[in-house]
């Protein structure tokens, strides 16, 4: 196996809520929506190279029946490596989101907070300490 790329398909209660929020408050630009008007089942998100799916939830039960009373809740958590890390934590307390970590210098030599999106998905963000 040679993988190539990693794209979170998150599932979420509300696609058009995710997409206010990763546009809005994190800076991403959409990239594709399904159908071609609101209300949406899927669409996409784009940050330089990373990308991101969301699948709204009741969608997914429909095409996977088998999911139905399963949990299809549980913790997923993405790293995103960004420039300017100090400027985003600052946008998002603007926004009055709520930090999960607070902007931290790592012993790794990453400086990173942790918040979560409208569904509850981890998103650490971090940048390189300059040395």
């Known amino acids: ?6 794209t979170p ?8 809520e995710s997409l206010r929020f990763y546009e809005n408050i994190l800076g991403f630009t959409r990239e594709m929506v399904v159908p071609d008007q609101s209300p ?3 669409a996409s998100v784009k ?3 990373v990308e991101i799916f969301f699948n ?4 997914v039960l429909s095409e ?3 999911m139905k009373g399963k949990p299809l809740a549980g913790i997923s958590s993405s790293f995103i490596e960004v420039d300017n890390v100090e400027a985003l934590v600052k946008k998002v307390e603007a926004a009055k989101m709520k930090l999960v970590i607070p902007l931290t210098e790592q012993w790794y030599g990453m400086k ?3 918040m979560a999106d409208p569904d509850g998905h981890l998103i650490v963000f971090a940048e390189r300490i300059k040395k």
């Open 112 to 114: 990173e907070f942790v």
């Open 47 to 49: 940050s330089g190279d």
């Open 9 to 16: 398909n998150l599932v979420v209660r509300d696609v058009e």
């Open 64 to 66: 996977h029946p088998e």
């Open 1 to 6: 196996m040679n993988a190539k790329k990693l």
């Open 40 to 42: 949406f089942v899927f």
């Open 56 to 59: 709204q939830l009741e969608n």
